[in-house]
């Protein structure tokens, strides 16, 4: 399984971007999709995810201002990010998990993957 993820770049204050994601690869389904973020020297965390392509959940600085939404036909998560400020900058990583198996006979488990990862620069 492949995380593609795209969208990031250069924003001023207050701006907005908009980050996608797109999952490709041998896989039965999807438990959930989303984003996480990380500063360089400081740990990665939670920024949003959808679960189920239905539920979503976000972390306390991004709620109001962040948006997560998924095309399931299409294996695609998106995060559109307003009002940003410049302590959103990070480069900012998709995360999937997912149902797969490593070959036709082989058990199905339960498997985690990473994108990337897309700079996010916001300028004051």
């Known amino acids: 399984v492949q995380l593609q993820a795209s969208g990031g770049g250069l924003v001023q204050y207050g701006g907005s971007v908009r980050l996608s994601c797109a999952a490709s690869g041998s896989m039965f389904s999807i438990n959930a999709m989303g984003w996480y973020r990380q500063v360089s020297g400081k740990q990665r965390e939670l920024v949003a995810v959808m679960s189920s392509g239905t539920s979503a959940t976000y972390a306390d600085s991004a709620k109001g201002r962040f948006a997560i939404s998924a095309d399931n036909a299409k294996n695609m998560v998106y995060l559109e990010m307003n009002s940003l400020k410049p302590e959103d900058t990070a480069v900012y990583y998709c995360?999937?998990?997912?149902?797969?198996?490593?070959?036709?006979?082989?058990?199905?488990?339960?498997?985690?993957?990473w994108g990337q990862g897309t700079l996010v620069t916001v300028s004051s």
């Open positions: 995360n999937a998990e997912v149902q797969t198996r490593l070959c036709s006979s082989c058990y199905i488990y339960t498997a985690n993957y």
